[in-house]
């Protein structure tokens, strides 16, 4: 029985490699992908019960696994906006071209940006959701210290403390004070997961 269990979890992890993305034209690491993923994923499935949990799970870790495997063989560099293969150039956001030699007319295209899969999809989804019960929960637990409307304020409207500190009236030092304790707070959420 339990080696059934054992085999179970082996052939889901084979199945989430063989789906991920950056599997495709890497087929020739997958016992290198699959290594990564079992060594890190030990723990978590002999702590997990749920199935749907443990898939979930298993997901993030293989997601991980497959991008330290590419950078280990040199597959994938990181840059400012996620990891992309080495012998991808990186490019202007927009590249112009003349439309020839004898006019100032040019061609202005935009670069594609492929959209995220399934997978990243989820994670940042429930990293974002984590993210707004932490602040919701320390704002609930004193809403005297306006945590949800600093928040709001900086993340998601992007203002200074000088700004936000003249728009609550507070001292820019309090401000500063009361986005680090956020920060703290939505740190232990992060770390319960």
């Given at each position: 029985m339990e080696l059934e269990l054992e085999q179970e979890k082996i052939n889901l992890i084979k199945k989430i490699i063989t789906t991920d993305k950056k599997y495709i034209d890497n087929e020739d690491l997958f016992d290198d992908f699959f290594n990564e993923t079992y060594k890190r994923s030990l723990l978590v499935m002999k702590t997990v019960k749920n199935e749907a949990s443990l898939e979930a799970y298993l997901k993030k870790i293989v997601t991980t696994?497959?991008?330290n495997v590419l950078k280990d063989s040199g597959r994938v560099r990181r840059t400012k906006e996620g990891f992309k293969p080495t012998e991808e150039q990186s490019l202007e956001q927009k590249?112009?071209?003349?439309?020839?030699?004898y006019s100032n007319v040019s061609v202005n295209y935009d670069i594609v940006d492929?959209?995220?899969?399934p997978e990243e999809i989820v994670i940042?989804?429930?990293?974002?959701?984590?993210?707004?019960d932490a602040v919701s929960i320390a704002h609930n637990n004193n809403p005297a210290k306006q945590y949800m409307q600093l928040y709001e304020l900086r993340y998601v409207k992007?203002?200074?403390?000088k700004q936000i500190a003249k728009e609550?009236?507070?001292?820019?030092?309090?401000?500063s004070k009361r986005l680090l304790e956020l920060i703290e707070e939505v740190k232990k959420a992060f770390n319960k997961n």
């Open positions: 696994a497959i991008i590249v112009s071209i003349p439309y020839n030699q492929l959209r995220d899969g940042k989804k429930e990293t974002l959701q984590t993210l707004l992007g203002l200074k403390q609550l009236n507070l001292s820019q030092s309090e401000v």
